[in-house]
């Protein structure tokens, strides 16, 4: 009895490192956190694979670890987990973002004033990006 029982452990384990179990689907809709409408395009990473959103922004994928990274032009990228998206019906909700850039050519990095004055911009939030052309 005690041998069959170490003999059925032993296939459990081996069969579990066979077959692993599946990663949870995590499924959600992209929405505007403003108007509720879909992105014209969005897009979702889980465990290094890319899914795109449907029309409706709907978008699924096998979640190692549960946490779906997602992004959409004109949107800030959100990370969430499968509970995230339980909790707020499957949906989440990206907040629109327009960049304001300032543009430095590789002098302008160099120089530690004009550097100074674009960081100190950012900071006070005039800007939220920089673009340095090497």
């Known amino acids: ?3 069959r029982r ?3 452990a032993m296939l459990a384990a081996v069969l579990a490192l ?3 179990a599946a990663a949870p689907a995590l499924e959600a809709r992209l929405v505007d956190a403003r108007t509720g409408a ?3 395009e969005g897009y979702a990473v ?7 959103a449907d029309a409706s922004g709907l978008v699924r994928l096998e979640a190692p670890g549960g946490v779906l990274f997602v992004r959409a032009p004109g949107y800030r990228a ?3 987990t499968g509970a995230d998206i339980a909790a ?4 989440v909700r990206l907040a629109p973002f327009k960049p304001k850039a300032l543009y430095l050519t590789v002098y302008g990095i160099g120089s530690k004033s004009l550097r100074e004055g674009a960081l100190s ?3 006070k939030g005039a800007a939220n990006a920089l673009v340095i052309d090497l």
Not at 46 to 52: C, D, I, L, N, Q
Request: glycine share 14%.
């Open 1 to 3: 009895m005690i041998l």
């Open 6 to 8: 170490r003999a059925a």
């Open 18 to 20: 066979l077959y692993p």
């Open 38 to 40: 879909p992105p014209q």
């Open 46 to 52: 889980a465990g290094g694979v890319f899914a795109a």
């Open 78 to 80: 959100a990370s969430v």
């Open 88 to 91: 707020d019906g499957g949906v």
């Open 121 to 123: 911009l950012i900071r």
